[in-house]
């Protein structure tokens, strides 16, 4: 009799090559995921482990600081300038990448527990350049990729100390904050007068001719009715319908009925122009005394606003 012949075979090397380094990638995953929770404040902020404050600081004119609280789990984004030096007849050092963050966190009083820097392309257009990305990115994937990418040139050109497991756990803590999460202030523009006129060949800019700053409240309980109008606003803006900027969305702390707009800085033609663009009465506009107000005009979105076409 005789025996049976099975199709039984050995494991070829080459597969257990295969097998142990997947094997090896697989522990290796797990052993820096340990160490990134045992030894990164990011990671521990991220997965709950730890408490604490992450501030981000976009270097560009003006700068951009993103204060991250986890007990909060809240962004507070600013912008800030560094105080001009006085006139000296010996020239300031330099100052690092780092020390400037500090230096304008301190312009701004802010306290945190990790600070993180990062040099973008354009430094002139970059606060512009964030508010739209921060009202439109979730409708638009491309500025995801614009932002990636900017992340590599900076890390490549040493223009950033954010290491690469830091900007995915921070990309992946702001996918998972809503726009209520965020809460954008803004520096008023300063009216400044020169003592010296300047030449008669420099077109001079009247003091008025610039946006209307408004900030957006949801008093309505429609979610997602303050970024809505921002979008619209910020449409009429591009097509040259109205000068006007958005610099704060935010839920109002009740709930209204009625739609109103508050006028705080008396440009009385514009906050009108804002309400025929709202399709908003001369009734529902308000005027109010305020010199702590950083925004010339607030909007407060009630349940019979109807969102213009």
């Known amino acids: 009799m005789g025996l049976p012949s099975g199709n039984h075979s050995m494991e070829s090397p ?8 997947i094997l090896a990638a697989f522990l290796a995953l797990v052993l820096g995921g340990w160490y990134l929770q045992q030894k990164s404040f990011i990671a521990r902020l991220y997965t709950g482990a730890g408490k604490g404050t992450v501030a981000v600081v976009m270097l560009a004119e ?5 204060d991250f609280s986890s007990e909060k789990n809240s962004v507070t984004v600013s912008n800030a300038v560094l105080p001009k030096p006085k006139n000296n007849k010996n020239p300031l050092p330099e100052l690092t990448y780092m020390e400037t963050a500090q230096k304008l966190l301190e312009s701004k009083n802010i306290k945190t527990d990790i ?8 430094k002139d257009a970059a606060w512009d350049d964030f508010k739209n990305v921060l009202s439109s990115w979730r409708y638009n994937p491309l500025l995801c990729v614009e ?7 900076a ?4 223009k950033t100390n954010i290491w690469p497991h830091e900007f995915l756990l921070l990309s992946f803590g702001v996918i998972n904050l809503e726009m209520t999460d965020f809460s954008l202030q803004s520096d008023p523009p300063k009216n400044t007068k020169n003592k010296t006129a300047p030449p008669e060949s420099a077109p001079q800019r009247p003091a008025d001719d ?18 809505k109008l921002s979008q619209y606003l910020a449409s009429l803006n591009e ?3 109205m000068k006007v900027d958005v610099i704060e969305k935010d839920n109002y702390h009740k709930m209204e009925n009625d739609t109103k707009i508050i006028d705080f800085t008396g440009k009385t033609k514009e906050v009108k122009q804002l309400s025929l663009n709202l399709g908003l009465r001369d009734s529902e506009i308000f005027k109010e005394t305020n010199p702590d107000a950083y925004y010339d005009a607030k909007i407060i ?5 109807k969102m213009p076409k």
């Open 115 to 122: 600070l993180k820097y990062y040099v973008p392309r354009s």
């Open 301 to 305: 979105i009630g349940k019979n606003f």
């Open 62 to 66: 003006p700068a951009v600081i993103m």
């Open 239 to 241: 097509k040259g319908l």
């Open 147 to 153: 932002y990636m990418y900017g992340y590599a040139r």
């Open 14 to 21: 080459r597969n257990k090559i295969k097998n142990f380094l």
């Open 155 to 158: 890390l490549a050109g040493k």
């Open 210 to 227: 610039r946006p209307l700053i408004v900030g957006i409240f949801n008093a309505s309980g429609e979610k997602g009715a303050a970024l």
